[in-house]
């Protein structure tokens, strides 16, 4: 008879995702490709209104981070990581007469700082972390949408919502992909002869 439980030794073998955090996973991530393609397809005039759907759909992203550090013993990093996201999504959608530039720049400035975090950690914790390529793939993601917001942040309201949207469903995607392709990642070795 072997339990299941997951050790944090150096070399043990990575804890398996609940079915409950997968879905909370994959909900999420079907979350932000909806609002990913509500900004791509739906661009309104209203600076205000993208401001909420840029906000939604960071804090969205951001949750996702929660959920995907929750339960894997790096809480810390994914509160930091999904903090950042949640931060800039509350400030994007409650900020009075926010500007189109002051909207590109926040936008920039927490994905740049969320992708450097998420390569960081995906990177650090490939040996621990099943499919981590995922993982990474949507730092870089974040990184370079980033750049490019801060690149040129006078930018239109529609190329705003175009950039921040594809990241948002390539993202929400990319974690669709991790959730179920790395669910089934190891199962624990069991001690029968």
């Known amino acids: 008879m072997t339990a299941e439980v997951s050790s944090s ?3 043990a073998p990575p804890a398996r ?10 909900v999420l991530g079907a979350a932000a490709v909806v609002l990913g393609l509500v ?3 739906d661009v309104v005039a209203a600076v205000r209104t993208v401001g909420l759907l840029v906000g939604l759909a960071l804090v969205a992203n951001g949750c996702l981070e929660l959920a995907v550090g929750w339960s894997s013993g790096q809480r810390a990093r994914s509160v930091v990581l999904g903090g950042v996201l949640v931060v800039g999504g509350l400030v994007a959608a409650f900020w009075p007469g926010v500007t189109v530039w002051a909207l590109a720049v926040l936008t920039g400035v927490s994905l ?21 390529g995922w993982l990474a793939l949507g730092g870089v993601l974040n990184i370079v949408v980033g750049i490019l917001a801060l690149s040129w942040p006078e930018a239109t309201v529609r190329v705003l919502c175009l950039l921040l949207g594809i990241e948002v469903v390539v993202f929400g995607l990319l974690l669709l992909a991790w959730a179920f392709l790395g669910s089934s990642a190891r199962t624990p070795v069991s001690d029968q002869p």
């Open 9 to 11: 030794y150096p070399g």
């Open 112 to 132: 740049l700082l969320h992708g450097i975090g998420r390569v960081a950690v995906a990177v650090a914790d490939r040996a621990e972390t099943p499919h981590w």
């Open 17 to 26: 995702y609940s079915g409950a955090v997968r879905a909370v996973i994959a």
């Open 39 to 41: 900004l791509v397809f």
